[in-house]
């Protein structure tokens, strides 16, 4: 059993979190004369380790998952949710939400096709809320830096949360809140051509490119402020605000990511930053999917396509269970302090 911890380890450090990276960088600092121990020298260590490791996970990923991807285009997919019924299609709704684009704002537009097809409102809407928060990217992503225990919680959780958060939007038969134009689109259902493996390598190259062009000014960003955070932000102030001694850390958490516009890739340096700082682990996660799935600017989008009514449900919903999710985790981890010293 030993022997498989330390090999896990090795994995999750060196090979997902490249600890060896961050090394490397800073003796190469510190041969250009620059005390990494400085704030200035810290930041830009933080900045560099953080922008390299981001950038070739991203690309790993966006690869391998834009090829899975390959096998499931929005016509397969319809057919695909099409044959379940009641929870048990929310529930592969949300598993199909993980293997999809990396944003919200690119997952409105399937969602509305698969409403237009006619797949149950509650259905698409647990496609829409798992799309964003929960993919195999940030599956990885975050084993590399909070290790796997966290990771699988945060996926499950945000499943958790697209399955109730459609089934109870389908049992509210919500369905006249949906625009016309919406559900008066023709469904044509054209057969995707059956491709290659050359042409999906070539489809998932592309896909990296495209993906990344949009993505990577968010990471510099998300990185930026994790410098930022991580060696000028002194902790009392993160404590005070983000720990456990304020009750509404959580709250205040999901509500500031609200109105911010990233992915998983430009909030998670962010997230890593917070929690070196002696945020809480719930509150850092609220954050998280508050930003991934109630973005600004995927809500102006989604009110194209949807009535004030359905918009407000679904906003309450997911803050309702992004919040809960977030005291949840915080209780836990209490817990389960207390019993280690115990």
């Given at each position: 059993?030993?022997?498989?911890?330390?090999?896990?380890?090795?994995?999750q450090?060196?090979?997902?979190?490249?600890?060896w990276?961050?090394?490397?960088?800073?003796?190469?600092?510190?041969?250009?004369?620059?005390?990494?121990?400085?704030?200035?020298?810290?930041?830009?260590?933080?900045f560099?380790?953080?922008?390299?490791?981001?950038t070739?996970?991203?690309?790993?990923?966006?690869?391998?998952?834009?090829?899975?991807?390959?096998?499931?285009?929005?016509?397969?997919?319809?057919?695909?949710?099409?044959?379940f019924?009641?929870?048990?299609?929310?529930?592969?709704?949300a598993?199909?939400?993980?293997?999809?684009?990396?944003?919200?704002c690119s997952?409105?537009?399937?969602?509305?096709?698969?409403?237009?097809?006619?797949?149950?409102?509650?259905?698409?809407?647990?496609?829409?809320i798992?799309?964003?928060?929960?993919?195999?990217?940030?599956?990885?992503?975050?084993?590399?830096?909070f290790?796997?225990?966290?990771a699988?919680?945060?996926?499950?959780?945000?499943?958790?949360?697209?399955?109730?958060?459609?089934?109870?939007?389908?049992?509210?038969?919500?369905?006249?809140?949906?625009?016309?134009?919406?559900?008066?689109?023709?469904?044509?259902?054209?057969s995707s051509?059956?491709?290659?493996?050359?042409?999906?390598v070539?489809?998932?190259?592309?896909?990296?490119?495209?993906t990344?062009?949009?993505?990577?000014?968010y990471?510099?960003?998300?990185?930026?402020?994790?410098?930022?955070?991580?060696?000028?932000?002194?902790?009392?102030?993160?404590?005070?605000?983000?720990?456990?001694?304020?009750p509404?850390?959580?709250?205040?958490?999901?509500?500031?990511g609200?109105?911010?516009?990233?992915?998983?890739?430009?909030?998670?340096?962010?997230?890593?930053?917070?929690?070196?700082?002696g945020?809480?682990?719930?509150?850092?996660?609220s954050?998280?999917?508050a930003?991934?799935?109630l973005?600004?600017?995927?809500?102006?989008?989604?009110?194209?396509?949807?009535?004030?009514?359905?918009?407000?449900?679904?906003?309450?919903?997911?803050?309702?269970?992004?919040?809960i999710?977030?005291?949840?985790?915080?209780?836990?981890i209490?817990?389960s302090?207390?019993?280690?010293?115990?």
């Amino acid at each position: 059993m030993g022997v498989v911890n330390s090999i896990w380890l090795f994995f999750q450090d060196q090979i997902l979190g490249m600890k060896w990276l961050n090394g490397l960088i800073g003796n190469g600092l510190s041969l250009l004369g620059l005390d990494i121990n400085s704030r200035l020298g810290g930041s830009i260590q933080f900045f560099l380790y953080d922008v390299i490791k981001i950038t070739i996970l991203l690309c790993l990923l966006i690869f391998f998952i834009s090829y899975i991807q390959s096998y499931f285009p929005p016509e397969r997919s319809k057919k695909i949710l099409g044959r379940f019924h009641g929870i048990g299609a929310n529930i592969i709704s949300a598993l199909l939400g993980t293997v999809t684009p990396f944003c919200s704002c690119s997952s409105i537009p399937l969602f509305i096709g698969f409403t237009s097809a006619g797949l149950p409102l509650g259905v698409t809407f647990s496609f829409l809320i798992s799309s964003p928060m929960v993919d195999l990217g940030s599956l990885v992503l975050l084993m590399s830096i909070f290790g796997a225990k966290v990771a699988f919680a945060y996926v499950i959780v945000g499943l958790i949360i697209a399955v109730i958060g459609g089934t109870l939007i389908e049992k509210m038969h919500m369905e006249k809140y949906v625009e016309d134009f919406v559900k008066n689109a023709s469904d044509v259902d054209i057969s995707s051509p059956t491709l290659t493996k050359k042409d999906r390598v070539q489809y998932a190259k592309e896909q990296v490119v495209g993906t990344f062009k949009k993505v990577f000014p968010y990471i510099l960003i998300g990185v930026g402020i994790g410098a930022v955070i991580h060696n000028w932000i002194p902790e009392t102030w993160i404590e005070s605000i983000l720990g456990s001694n304020n009750p509404f850390g959580v709250i205040l958490a999901t509500l500031v990511g609200v109105p911010m516009y990233a992915d998983i890739f430009g909030t998670i340096p962010v997230a890593e930053a917070l929690l070196s700082k002696g945020a809480q682990l719930g509150t850092i996660l609220s954050f998280m999917m508050a930003v991934t799935t109630l973005s600004l600017p995927s809500l102006i989008m989604l009110k194209k396509a949807v009535k004030p009514k359905l918009l407000t449900l679904f906003i309450a919903i997911c803050t309702f269970g992004i919040i809960i999710v977030g005291y949840l985790f915080n209780i836990f981890i209490k817990f389960s302090i207390y019993f280690t010293i115990l």
